[in-house]
């Protein structure tokens, strides 16, 4: 009976385990009996935290709710260790390309106070963290979307060993969405290469990213011959002086992007208390780039708090 479990009642008995979520988390209902559309619902979207990993169900919002919540999903699935993940995938490898939502990084954590009562602080993270994270994205050959998101600043040279099968799960052919949130980049050509790893990216959101200034070796370099990532919604969320950088390195001649794409364009940046970076020559590049653009919104960074 177990083996030809209909769809229909699966939210049913996920909803009937919430209050005692271990029940559900260790029934082999959920590696073994369920059907393979089943499963397909159970393990669409997958959190990777530092050390740990967390199945959510499809029937959950998931986009930006684990960057944001300060808490883990009460309805999620599976959680676990990196290791006790690869193994579980080890176990039943079709389960990865089930995920289609892929969130990898940090959260806020609740942290109560006596003067303003709940509040929240970044996720510690070591070293060490993510270790062996890497065999398991290397795995998704079938996401639609990913977000690369952490609490804080986080250096990107700190993720190499995870580069390549970063590389290989941006490059799905069937990845339209991703955000990238609060990743240091130390130069242009960093951040050009996971974009020119992309193949299918219609939609980028790029939140408090830093990229460093082009290398002279860079300046004036053009992109390699292949055709140049079609965006069609490009949103960037940051300060002042991270926007100008991020600007330039989508209007480069070494860009990967074609920005002439464009359709919808946002850009946000808290307003500059001195006006001592050059924010209007670089956005005004870029919109003399674009061609089918319909919708624009400027933050601050040109008009005050006015919206165009």
Partial sequence: MAQNLPLEIIDHITNECLPDIEALRSSSLISKLWTI???????????????????????????????????PFPQYILDGSVEEFKKHLGETPHLADFVKELHLGTSMRPSFTTQTGLSYKSEEVADSAFTGADEI???????????????????????TFMHESLSH???????????????????????????????????????????????????????????????????????????????????????????????????????????????????????????CLQHLQLFACLTGMSFL
């Fill in 37 to 71: 559309t089943a499963q397909q619902r159970l393990f669409s979207r997958v959190s990777i935290f530092p050390e740990s990993v967390r199945a959510v169900p499809s029937t959950v919002d998931f986009r930006g709710s684990e960057e944001y919540s300060g808490y």
């Fill in 137 to 159: 994205v290397a795995r998704f050959d079938e996401l639609e979307s990913m977000s690369l998101f952490f609490a804080e600043d986080y250096d990107w040279a700190k993720l």
């Fill in 169 to 291: 799960a941006v490059g799905s052919s069937k990845l339209r969405y991703l955000k990238i949130g609060h990743v240091v980049f130390a130069t242009q050509s960093q951040f050009n290469e996971l974009l020119g790893n992309c193949v299918a990216l219609e939609i980028l959101v790029i939140d408090y990213v830093k990229i460093g200034a082009a290398a002279d070796s860079e300046t004036g370099q053009e992109a390699p011959e292949k055709p140049r990532l079609r965006l069609i919604e490009l949103t960037v969320h940051t300060e002042p002086q991270s926007l100008s950088q991020i600007v330039q390195a989508f209007i480069s001649p070494s860009s990967p992007v074609d920005v002439s794409s464009l359709i919808r364009l946002s850009l946000w940046c808290e307003y500059p208390q001195k006006r001592k970076y050059n924010l209007i020559g670089p956005i005004c590049s870029l919109l003399q780039k674009t061609q």
